[in-house]
């Protein structure tokens, strides 16, 4: 399993909706076997595209574990140098509870608990956000999901997921779209929309599916800011393992303090 | 074939002259209309910036802005509650706004109470959630958010009013949403009815650089819409009454609206965009149009009355002889006039100034090629008089007589006129009011307002930092630059708020730290800063400093509006700006910004190209009248009414604004085609009637009733500009309307009173005369003149015709006249005891009469035996061609005196 796995699937599984048919469960089933219970990604590449064309790179390293069922997601930058050490901790709160998400600035040595709103905000400046992906999984939890008829990205036979959130759950976007690989069950892409319009897109090349440890995962992504015409491609540059176990320590926010 | 000729034939066939102009007619239209889409092919650009060049530099940083923020000036909606903002019910409703707000079409940012984040520190905690979110989750909160606005430098006076009751809702909209979109989707009315579904508000104002943009697209839309029908429908009432034919005035307007939809048809083949300045040009082109055909339809119905039994062919020609000269001056006139205003810098003036241009062409050609053609199809043939002739007549005679009693006064009085408008004229002020273009009562100038005193204005002004390397914009004494500059910019009373990255840096800062007051600062490590605004990374902050941290922008609201205030306050903080320490710079933009320099430039540009029209209209003239100081003297009388104009804007304290500086080269253009048309009529008749004072009595008489008339029609046409709803269109009719009347006085009276002593020779008369084959050889008195020089004596003089049985000079007469034969031949005879006896024949070259000139009686009768052309000129005329053309006076001298000389020299061999 792979952070960008992880960061397009994982949490979609994690909740599966009450609200879908069979053959919708079954295709949701199916992706959520495509998690490990954990992982570490030895290195990952945010390129993040402005509107003026201008590339900011990002590079870090992803941890993610499961504890309980819930995940848990470090991410550390290491690139570039004025950055290197930044920390960015995500934990699934679970049923009732809301997620925690801490921050580490070490030119500041601070670490604070983030709550509220910045979910919704860019993830260090990219165009992920870490609600785009709960968005997508509070569209299996609260939303209505259905399936489309089927199509074909690059010639693959692809299920079309429709997310529908439920009125009053908070959700962002209005709907999800999500093209999922018959084959692999790993979403090769989703269109996110706000109102009637597409607001962001997320894509893979076919050619970017690979198999570690028998989980399929995406290991080059492109999230693109339709409105705000910007995007930020993730790259997965090396995966560790997805089986050992990893320490209780690295999702501990008082550990950034340490360096660790 | 001269010109005239081959006017007078393309006259004469004129079905193929309608059947051509049917043709590139249709073409016309197919290129205004598509035929597919039934939609218009021409464009309505309101944007300040389409007045100015593609690459002017105020356009490219709003253009870089643009690529690199995203942003353009927002859609401010501004919602009032009662009693106040802070209340859970009010705070709720401005979230449920701001969500749907959002889903808006082109809609890509919503900055309000609900999407802002209001950073509360607790511990290590930060809440980050947005005000609504806070008054949600703990009701009490809401008492404390007035004091942590105020507090806020990024807040206060931006997301509420002051006085707590006006919630602002910014909105950011994509390119796509164009002042066309903006209408169609109905955009105003979604924010209402959205606003009427939350319910609870009092009153809603929305405003921005679109909706103003689209209300000022309506308006020049509506003006469009209303002033081309009603300069029609007026002039046509115009022409009616004054020609008494239905058809005459039909044809009238046809040919018009023929030129305009080749205008817009030339306008859509270049690409030229109809704006603020070339909206003028439609109702110009009619106004001028129709000037022009009343100058024709005139001629043609006096061809009805002075040629009653003649073939159509026949009038035509009379009538294109008698119009071509004035019409074509006029036109080309017109078109220099138009084409002075090509040195402006702004492409919006050089793109009025050529479809101006091309308009005049086109209803000049028109009334040359196609009305007449129209007319003698139609059969126009109206045999009564044309209404008030006689009360013109009688006018033109009490008006010959003053202009020559009072010659001197009315020269004087034009004279104190140019001196007293220019001092006037020094009073004047550039500048254009921007909102305040709109009626106080209209909504878009009553949303702007609202929202203007609410938040301490309502003109967006964006300054773009450039640090000029990646990562610039996070080194610490540079942003202590922008922070010291961005104090400044608050400090100046012009501006209502301005916001930057810098506070967005000093809050999040505050905040990580507890809300320790000592970290209210810029943190010294570029490091820490970088993190910072990593952490604080957001689409808001993506607005206003790019992922590079290479530039940034400050966004200013300003509370004055109008170009002379924002011009005052840009060039301030221009100086101030440029105090900024290497490597950064400071530009500003947006559309209040380029409004203004667009004011700028063409009120810098308006007085060379009024000097270059003066002296390229006066060097027409001259070259057209053969003579700088025909010319000079035919410039004099246009530029009284430029002056009166100006000074008119100084006394009235009128500024020169986007369409009052046109105003001048316009009205130059237009008004000297009255001079043109008295001059050469006037010179006609001098010629032909061989005086001066006779001749300004007939032209007056000619002319009078069409000038006027053209007048009335220029001035009815520029005066339905009144019904614009825009104050500077309304402007531009009364004070072009004004200018022209003046104009029309100073042609009745200046331009006689200098003519009166003036014999002009125009370029046409040059061209189209005939003294046969080499007269310069064959007429000793024109021998070493050139063929030029030959034909400019004839015209000092007079060219007779004469029929065979013609007594040319009598015996015993007291006649200072020469006369020279050009072709024919006469006799000299003399009487002696009621015998006739005949001394010579004489035929082409022949000079007689000499001894009258020379103060004796005549010695001999001289008698035509065939048609005869003869020159005849006297002392008078002799002593003209000496003070204008000193070179030819003195060959034609010389050759006087060799001819005595030879004569003398035979009389002398038969007496021996």
Sequence with gaps: MNAGRWLCLGLLAANLSAHADAATQKVLDCMRANIPPSLQIKEVELASVDRSGAERLLKGKVYVSRDSGLIRVLLRISKPNDLDGAAYLMREGGAGKKDDIFLYLPALQRVRKISGGSADAPLLGTDFSYNDMKQLQAAFGDSQTSLDKPTTIEQRPVHVLQLQPAAGSGARYSRVRTYVDQKTCVALKAEFFEGNSLRKELSAPADSLKRADGYWYLSDLLMRDVKENTSTRLKVVGVVGSEQELPSRLFDPTSFYRGN | ?912
């Excluded at chain 2, 449920?96 to 890509?108: D, T």
């Excluded at chain 2, 002004?461 to 500059?485: E, M, Q, Y």
């Design chain 2, 1 to 912: 074939m001269n010109t005239v000729a081959w006017l007078g034939s393309v006259a004469q066939h004129p079905r193929r002259v309608l059947l051509a102009v049917a043709l590139a007619t249709i073409i016309g239209l197919l290129l205004c209309i598509d035929p597919v889409t039934r939609t218009v092919r021409f464009h309505i650009d309101p944007s300040a910036e389409a007045l100015l060049p593609v690459d002017d530099p105020g356009r490219a940083v709003l253009d870089q802005v643009r690529r690199t923020f995203g942003i353009d000036d927002p859609l401010i909606v501004a919602v009032r509650f009662e009693p106040s903002v802070y209340s859970t019910e009010n705070l709720e409703r401005i979230a449920r706004l701001s969500a749907q707000f959002k889903q808006l079409p082109e809609v890509s940012e919503v900055f309000s109470l609900a999407t802002a984040p209001n950073l509360l520190a607790s511990g290590d905690e930060i809440d980050v959630t947005s005000f609504t979110d806070q008054a949600a989750r703990d009701p009490a909160s809401v008492q404390t958010f007035a004091a942590q606005i105020l507090a806020n430098p990024l807040y206060r006076s931006t997301l509420v009013s002051d006085d707590g009751t006006t919630a602002a809702f910014a909105l950011s909209t994509t390119a796509a949403l164009t002042p066309k979109q903006y209408v169609a989707l109905d955009f105003d009315g979604q924010v209402r009815r959205a606003v009427q579904e939350v319910g609870g508000a009092d009153a809603v104002y929305l405003t921005g650089t679109l909706p103003v943009r689209a209300a000022t697209s309506g308006a020049l839309d509506r003006t469009l819409r209303f002033t081309v029908p009603a300069v029609f429908a007026v002039i046509a009432v115009l022409l009616l009454v004054t020609f008494r034919s239905p058809m005459a005035a039909a044809s009238a307007l046809l040919a018009v609206a023929i030129a305009l939809i080749w205008t817009v048809a030339s306008a859509v083949l270049l690409g030229i965009e109809f704006n603020l300045v070339s909206a003028i040009v439609p109702p110009l082109v009619i106004t001028i149009g129709l000037s022009y055909t009343i100058h024709l339809l005139a001629a043609h119905f006096l061809s009805r009355s002075v040629l009653p039994d003649v073939r159509d062919a026949q009038r035509a020609d009379w009538v294109m002889k008698r119009i071509s000269t004035g019409l074509t001056l006029s036109a080309t006139t017109t078109v220099i006039g138009f084409l002075s205003l090509l040195l402006n810098p702004l492409p919006a003036v050089r793109g009025f100034a050529v479809l101006a241009s091309l308009g005049t062409l086109y209803v000049g050609a028109l009334t040359h090629l196609f009305l007449p053609a129209l007319l003698n199809a139609t059969g126009c043939n109206r045999e009564t008089p044309p209404i008030a002739t006689r009360v013109f007549g009688r006018f033109a005679e009490l008006l010959t007589g003053f202009d020559l009693r009072w010659r001197r006064w009315i020269i004087g009085a034009s004279a104190l006129l140019i001196v007293g408008g220019f001092i006037s004229a020094s009073r004047i002020e550039g500048g254009a009011d921007f909102i305040n273009s709109f009626d106080e009562d209209t909504p878009v100038r009553q949303n702007f307002e609202a929202v203007a005193n609410a938040f301490n204005g309502a003109n967006f002004v964006t300054v773009l930092i450039d640090g000029k390397a990646p990562d610039a914009l996070t080194n610490p004494a540079l942003i202590d630059a922008v922070d010291s500059f961005q104090d400044w910019l608050r400090a100046q009373p012009e501006v209502g708020a301005a916001v930057s990255f810098v506070d967005q840096l000093k809050l999040t800062n505050l905040v990580l730290h507890n809300n320790e007051p000592l970290y209210f600062g810029v943190p010294a490590d570029g490091a820490a800063v970088k993190q910072i605004l990593l952490f604080a990374s957001s689409e808001a902050l993506n607005r206003v400093i790019d992922p590079q941290y290479r530039t940034a922008v400050i966004s200013l609201r300003l509370n004055v509006d109008g170009s002379t205030a924002i011009g005052a306050f840009l060039r301030r903080a221009e100086a101030r700006a440029a105090e900024l320490p290497s490597p950064i710079d400071a530009r500003f933009t947006g559309s209040a910004v380029l409004a203004t320099r667009a004011v700028e430039a063409l009120a810098g540009g308006h007085l060379a190209s009024i000097a270059i029209a003066v002296v390229a209209i006066g060097a027409l003239l001259s070259l057209m009248f053969t003579s700088i100081k025909a010319g000079l003297i035919a410039t004099v009388p246009n530029i009284v009414p430029i002056a009166v104009y100006f000074g008119t804007l100084g006394a009235l304290g009128i500024p020169l604004n986007p369409t009052t500086s046109l105003i001048a080269c316009i009205v130059l253009g237009i008004a000297v085609n009255d001079t043109v048309h008295f001059l050469a009529r006037f010179n006609a008749d001098a010629r032909e009637q061989g005086t001066e004072a006779g001749a300004v009595r007939s032209a007056l008489g000619s002319v009078l009733r069409p000038i006027t008339l053209a007048t009335v029609c220029l001035c009815l046409g520029f005066l339905v500009f009144a019904g614009s709803e825009l104050n500077n269109q309304r402007q531009f009719g009364g004070l072009a309307a004004w200018t022209l009347f003046v104009a029309w006085i100073v042609d009745m009276t200046l331009t006689p009173a200098l003519g009166s002593r003036l014999r002009i020779v125009t370029l046409w008369d040059l061209l189209r005369l005939d003294l046969g084959k080499s007269p310069q050889h064959t007429i000793p008195l024109l021998s070493g003149l050139s063929m030029r020089q030959a034909r400019l004596f004839a015209l000092m003089s007079r060219l007779e015709k004469h029929p065979a049985g013609t007594r040319i000079i009598q015996e015993g007469d007291l006649s200072r006249d020469i006369y020279v034969v050009v072709d024919g031949a006469v006799e000299a005879t003399i009487e002696r005891n009621e015998e006739r006896l005949v001394l010579s024949t004489m035929t082409r070259g022949a000079v007689m009469g000499e001894a009258g000139y020379f103060g004796q009686r005549r010695t001999a009768s001289v008698d035509t035996t065939s048609p005869v052309r003869l020159l005849r000129f006297n002392s008078q005329d002799l002593e003209r061609l000496r003070e204008r053309y000193p070179s030819i006076a003195a060959t034609v001298f010389r050759n006087l005196n060799r001819i005595q000389a030879e004569r003398i020299a035979r009389m002398t061999a038969l007496l021996r």
